[in-house]
């Protein structure tokens, strides 16, 4: 059998974040060391290490622990970010720009990140703008490899109270996907658990190259994923 995988992320906390811990806990094939700011419910029976440190300490982090693969899931909200948008964009550019980087230096080969559907550097929507930004500036970054997520509304419960917007699209998800053909597919809501799995088969895949994943990618990268014999 080969070693398992050695996966690094960032964002355990969030909504993806706990979703790619509890759908990896019990793979033999993988290895997932989180990296968070604050403590985060561990999956029950979990072979897998948390490390709560500062932003200006995961690279450090990352320099001792060697992953094969970083897998980003960071961001925020424009409530939490008390709409500013200096705060947001300090959390959804820079600071997953900066802990690519510190990656990229400790010898990460591979960077998955989660984005957003409709991100675009040249949007006059803020928050798609930013995201853009983002997706931009990783592609430079230096990887061997770049897997750049982009789902559209995700599907799950958070931890955090989930904006009525976003709770009303929830409901009427079913019927709102089927409505959208198209350019508009990419759109489409995605389960949180679908991400996960999806970041989990790439981080297996060795290929070289920059690659973008919209929603429809997302749940092809999901079946990938292979199933473990018990």
Excluded at 151 to 175: F, Q, T, Y
């Amino acid at each position: 059998m080969s070693d398992p995988v050695r996966i690094a992320l960032v964002g355990a906390t969030g909504l993806i974040g706990r979703t790619i811990m509890e759908e990896s806990a019990h793979r033999a094939d993988l290895r997932v060391l989180g990296i968070a700011r604050r403590e985060a419910r561990m999956p029950t029976h979990a072979c897998m290490e948390m490390v709560v440190a500062q932003p200006g300490e995961w690279g450090a982090v990352l320099e001792r622990v060697k992953p094969d693969v970083i897998i980003s899931a960071l961001g925020t909200t424009w409530k939490k970010a008390g709409k500013d948008e200096d705060t947001f964009r300090a959390v959804d550019h820079d600071l997953v720009l900066e802990t690519a980087q510190a990656a990229q230096k400790a010898g990460v080969k591979h960077i998955i990140s989660i984005s957003s559907a409709g991100a675009d550097a040249a949007s006059k929507n803020f928050y798609l703008k930013v995201k853009g930004e983002t997706d931009r500036d990783l592609l430079k970054v230096g990887f061997d490899r770049v897997d750049i997520f982009r789902p559209g509304l995700l599907r799950g419960k958070r931890e955090d109270d989930m904006r009525v917007g976003e709770k009303l699209a929830m409901i009427g998800s079913p019927l709102i996907d089927a409505m959208m053909q198209g350019k508009y597919r990419k759109y489409r809501s995605v389960p949180a658990e679908t991400v996960a799995r999806a970041a989990l088969a790439m981080s297996m895949r060795k290929a070289a190259g920059k690659f973008v994943h919209d929603t429809d990618g997302i749940r092809r990268a999901a079946n990938s994923l292979p199933v473990l014999q018990d």
